[in-house]
């Protein structure tokens, strides 16, 4: 199982699976098959591989300034990490890959191996579990799609499932921070929708339950991260209260 418990770790991993990727691909293909962004979306809406680059380029950056907290010289990553940089952009997506691919040539792959190793580890989170709460979270999604909640509530519900999803899709990128993040999204959208929830029936609200056991589950998976977090807990708080929910979130806002 691939370990991502630093940000070396993270972009030795990215690394080692774009460096196994056809020559004839576009570099842009190479990325989207990498970062998980799906080829329809990658041929309609760009903007989702910018975020994923953008994404590998700030955890690039982490991994320089850590490195420069050790005691290894800087000749020995830097210039690496540099050049993983420059094939980590929204230049040249159309290019082919076997163009580029040599910038992922084995004396890079074993500078991130050292950096990998000297860097302390961050907590690890169970992969199963994280796999397993996206099967539930796409599970839910196919009940909402069939049900007959009010536009508001299903889209408030919807959107929080993807905020769930996709700060478990980004954990191979940017490690356990993404968990913290989504706890803060999750309750923003969730104030900033206080007025659907407050319209929903009784049937809508038993449905919501569902979308917010989710949560819970989240926070378990990943607890080192959040457990110590006001709004993470202040949000499952709240959540847990079911169907009194309505009114606790108009009560945040008066």
Same mark, same amino acid.
């Given at each position: 199982?691939?370990?991502?418990?630093?940000?070396?770790?993270?972009?030795?991993?990215?690394? *080692?699976?774009?460096?196994?990727?056809?020559?004839?691909?576009?570099?842009?293909?190479?990325?989207?098959?990498?970062?998980?962004?799906?080829?329809?979306?990658?041929?309609?809406?760009?903007?989702?591989?910018?975020?994923?680059?953008?994404?590998?380029? #700030?955890?690039?950056?982490?991994?320089?300034?850590?490195?420069?907290?050790?005691?290894?010289?800087?000749?020995?990553?830097? %210039?690496?990490?540099?050049?993983?940089?420059?094939?980590?952009?929204?230049?040249?997506?159309?290019?082919?890959?076997?163009?580029?691919? *040599?910038?992922?040539?084995?004396?890079?792959?074993?500078?991130?191996?050292?950096?990998?190793?000297?860097? %302390?580890?961050? %907590?690890?989170?169970?992969? *199963?579990?994280?796999?397993?709460?996206? #099967?539930?979270?796409?599970?839910?999604?196919?009940?909402?799609?069939?049900?007959?909640?009010?536009?508001?509530?299903?889209?408030?519900?919807? #959107?929080?499932?993807?905020?769930?999803? *996709?700060?478990?899709?980004?954990?191979?990128?940017?490690?356990?921070?993404?968990?913290?993040?989504?706890?803060?999204?999750?309750?923003?959208?969730?104030?900033?929708?206080?007025?659907?929830?407050?319209?929903?029936?009784?049937?809508?609200?038993?449905?919501?339950?569902?979308?917010?056991?989710?949560?819970? #589950?989240?926070?378990?998976?990943?607890?080192?991260?959040?457990?110590?977090?006001?709004?993470?807990?202040?949000?499952?708080?709240?959540?847990?209260?079911?169907?009194?929910?309505?009114?606790?979130?108009?009560?945040?806002?008066?």
């Amino acid at each position: 199982m691939n370990d991502f418990t630093n940000p070396a770790k993270r972009i030795l991993n990215i690394a *080692n699976q774009a460096v196994g990727m056809p020559d004839k691909l576009s570099i842009g293909e190479v990325w989207g098959r990498v970062l998980g962004v799906d080829e329809k979306a990658l041929n309609e809406e760009f903007h989702l591989l910018y975020q994923k680059l953008g994404m590998v380029r #700030s955890e690039l950056d982490l991994l320089q300034e850590l490195m420069k907290e050790t005691h290894l010289s800087s000749e020995l990553y830097e %210039p690496y990490i540099i050049r993983i940089k420059s094939i980590v952009t929204v230049k040249n997506l159309e290019a082919a890959w076997g163009n580029f691919k *040599n910038k992922l040539q084995s004396d890079t792959i074993l500078a991130l191996k050292y950096c990998s190793d000297i860097l %302390p580890s961050e %907590p690890n989170i169970d992969q *199963n579990e994280l796999e397993k709460i996206l #099967s539930i979270i796409n599970d839910i999604r196919l009940e909402l799609e069939s049900s007959s909640l009010s536009i508001g509530m299903y889209k408030f519900l919807i #959107s929080q499932l993807s905020i769930m999803e *996709n700060a478990i899709q980004s954990y191979p990128i940017s490690g356990g921070t993404v968990f913290k993040k989504a706890f803060s999204d999750g309750f923003a959208d969730l104030v900033a929708h206080a007025d659907d929830i407050s319209k929903a029936t009784d049937v809508e609200l038993k449905t919501s339950t569902k979308v917010f056991g989710v949560w819970s #589950s989240l926070k378990v998976a990943g607890e080192e991260f959040v457990k110590a977090d006001r709004i993470a807990n202040a949000f499952i708080g709240l959540i847990s209260k079911g169907h009194a929910i309505a009114g606790a979130v108009l009560g945040l806002l008066t």
